[in-house]
């Protein structure tokens, strides 16, 4: 079955532009999550949404925000982009919190110049 | 708050011999999940052993096995028979309570000597 996707691949963005990732968890899995992973601060959590509903936030900005649709696709989107916000952000669906641990893509690498 | 640490940035294999990489956590929970995972270049990270808190028995996935010792709040992974495939960088990871999301360590780098 198709895995955990992620668009775009790659992305070069300006300071103060917004921009809007996408994930499309594998089919069935009704949890998707964000992390944000930097060399300096590792993997970072951003948010989980379930079933459209946000049910779990990091400590990050309110420029950082997601969403999650019907169909289980979720979108993140980060406002007045900033030259530290440069990152690879990953995406990871799951059935069941924790049971059968997550599945991740292989991620957006966001360029901010 | 639940942390997660790996202290060897890197360490190095000869091809089929046996590497283990250390990990420990912080946490007052006690129910919660242990992983590991592998991120090689292609950036994807890829979901190797996974430790349920409540089992004694440690876990094992044809050539890797993890030691948790869950008094001294160890959870080391352990690849047998290492291969060029396993070079990447592995992380070790924690879930618990009604919290699912993932706290990370800092990973450690795995490079595997032809």
């Known amino acids: 079955k198709a895995g955990v996707t992620q668009t775009p691949r790659y992305l070069i963005k300006t300071r103060g532009q917004q921009v809007t990732l996408s994930c499309s968890p594998i089919s069935g899995h009704r949890s998707v999550s964000w992390y944000q992973q930097t060399p300096g601060q590792g993997l970072q959590f951003l948010f989980e949404y379930f079933s459209e509903t946000q049910r779990n936030k990091g400590n990050f900005p309110g420029r950082f925000s997601g969403r999650q649709f019907s169909n289980s696709r979720s979108e993140m989107n980060v406002s007045t982009l900033e030259l530290g916000d440069s990152a690879l952000y990953l995406c990871?669906?799951?059935?069941?919190?924790?049971?059968?641990?997550?599945?991740f893509g292989s991620g957006t690498r966001l360029t901010v110049v | 708050a639940q942390t997660v640490t790996q202290s060897q940035p890197e360490m190095s294999v000869q091809e089929a011999e046996t590497v283990t990489l250390s990990c420990t956590y912080d946490?007052?929970?006690?129910?919660?999940?242990l992983f590991w995972y592998k991120q090689p270049p292609s950036r994807q990270m890829i979901l190797v052993i996974r430790?349920?808190?409540?089992?004694?028995q440690n876990a094992t996935e044809n050539r890797f096995s993890v030691n948790f010792q869950k008094a001294a709040k160890s959870f080391s992974l352990k690849i047998s028979d290492s291969q060029l495939g396993d070079a990447a960088m592995y992380f070790c990871a924690y879930s618990a309570g009604a919290n699912s999301k993932l706290t990370f360590g800092k990973g450690i780098t795995l490079s595997v000597r032809p």
């Open positions: 946490t007052s929970e006690s129910d919660y999940y």
């Open positions: 430790q349920e808190a409540y089992k004694q």
């Open positions: 990871a669906s799951s059935v069941e919190r924790r049971l059968d641990g997550y599945t």
